[in-house]
């Protein structure tokens, strides 16, 4: 952990295992979701929107090579000396053969100045067959395995339609992270049905976990979701954070994870116009600054009340 910064960051962790500045970038691999195409849901979870994240160079027509080459152009006029991670994003990325998967991810390994790649991915949708594969890949590329858990509460996974239990998520970490891959875990802070002494008691969970990274942010309710009319049909059901509310909250979790945990993020911001709560409107470097003076104030740090394993 940097003594500067208070808690372990990605963008620190991925420097030092890379040896210099490291930019992910988003690739649409064309995948579905078994959470969409029937074989769990129709509906998806009722908070997802992936317009929200998606950058306009990610389009699911053009080649994997084609969506890297065109983010590199992007962020090489903004980074020199740079070295990107192909970041599966959108939807779900083991959800296919393995052939066309190995296709997928090795197309984009092969593109010059790529050095690994993040696969985001559900708890239920990791074969054997291919955790085999990436522990192979893993030994010569980076390569980190994303999980949306999302909560620790199945009464909260059940209602966001979700479609797996927190137990499934355990399960499958600990399988994939004992081959020696790099496991990271999604998880949202103020999901309907949850406060905040609930959301705490998740964090102690997520602790004893085998991960390497975990990424966590505030809820936000995009509009034509599923969860926009349940926030307006009951607002009562969820927290309703002030930025200084939810600052304290995050420096409550993080002072309960595993001090060797790397966290890739804790706060998101989409796009104007979608989002219809919370609106901060601050730039993204003012929470990682508020956050810093939340602990400092306190005289804590990332896993200073960490149960242990």
Excluded at 46 to 75: H, M, W
Excluded at 171 to 193: N, Q, Y
Excluded at 204 to 228: C, F, G, M, S, V
Aim: charged fraction near 20%; proline fraction near 4%; charge should be neutral.
């Amino acid at each position: 952990m940097e003594n500067n910064t208070l808690y372990n960051s990605f963008n620190a962790f991925v420097r030092s295992r890379l040896g210099c500045k490291v930019q992910k970038i988003s690739v649409n691999g064309g995948f579905s979701c078994p959470n969409r195409d029937g074989k769990i849901s129709t509906g998806g979870c009722t908070f997802c929107s992936n317009a929200a994240f998606t950058p306009s160079y990610c389009n699911a027509q053009d080649s994997v090579k084609e969506q890297l080459d065109k983010g590199i152009r992007f962020f090489s006029h903004k980074y020199t000396d740079c070295r990107y991670l192909a970041y599966f994003q959108s939807y779900t990325n083991t959800y296919a053969p393995l052939d066309r998967l190995r296709q997928a991810y090795e197309s984009a390994l092969q593109v010059d100045g790529v050095k690994g790649l993040i696969i985001s991915t559900r708890p239920d949708c990791m074969s054997d067959e291919l955790t085999d594969y990436l522990s192979h890949l893993s030994e010569k590329y980076f390569v980190l395995v994303e999980f949306g858990v999302e909560s620790a509460d199945n009464t909260t996974l059940r209602r966001i339609n979700r479609g797996h239990t927190f137990e499934q998520a355990c399960e499958t970490i600990c399988k994939v992270s004992s081959k020696g891959i790099m496991t990271g875990a999604h998880l949202i802070l103020g999901l309907p049905g949850e406060d905040e002494n609930n959301i705490l008691s998740q964090a102690d969970a997520i602790a004893q976990l085998p991960l390497t990274t975990i990424k966590l942010h505030q809820l936000q309710i995009i509009e034509n979701t599923p969860i926009e009319r349940e926030f307006r049909e009951k607002p009562q059901d969820f927290i309703h954070f002030t930025i200084d509310s939810y600052i304290s909250l995050l420096a409550d979790y993080i002072e309960r994870l595993n001090p060797a945990f790397v966290i890739d993020r804790f706060v998101t911001q989409s796009p104007n116009g979608m989002v219809l709560w919370p609106c901060w409107g601050i730039k993204s470097y003012r929470y990682v600054s508020m956050l810093q003076a939340e602990l400092a104030k306190r005289g804590t740090c990332q896993g200073s009340t960490f149960k242990g394993l």
